[in-house]
């Protein structure tokens, strides 16, 4: 596993600490691999999701640290989501 990944899972097990997340999305960070999370937690591993959101490792990391938008880098094309839009804005809204 990346240290990439690593850091990933470690930082979205702090934001989802105690959140209400009922679904499955699956962060696939581009050139070092994927992330899952459900009602777990977050976990390295590329399984089925409900919805895939793919962007960049600095991307990615702008996102958990606060300085970018998940919106804002939807839109600006930094995020591309594939799957239920619904749960993709559910869980901006707990990482938010």
């Given at each position: 596993?990346?240290?990439?990944?690593?850091?990933?899972?470690?930082?979205?097990?702090?934001?989802?600490?105690?959140?209400?997340?009922?679904?499955?999305?699956?962060?696939v960070i581009e050139d070092e691999?994927?992330?899952?999370?459900?009602?777990?937690?977050?976990r390295a591993a590329d399984d089925e999701a409900d919805v895939t959101l793919t962007a960049s490792a600095e991307t990615f990391k702008a996102i958990l640290e606060g300085d970018e938008n998940p919106t804002a880098a939807f839109m600006t094309g930094k995020l591309s989501v594939d799957g239920d839009m619904g749960m993709a804005m559910k869980l901006a809204g707990v990482l938010g």
């Open positions: 596993m990346s240290d990439v990944i690593s850091e990933a899972v470690t930082a979205l097990n702090a934001k989802m600490d105690g959140a209400d997340f009922d679904g499955t999305a699956k962060f691999g994927a992330v899952m999370i459900d009602s777990d937690g977050a």
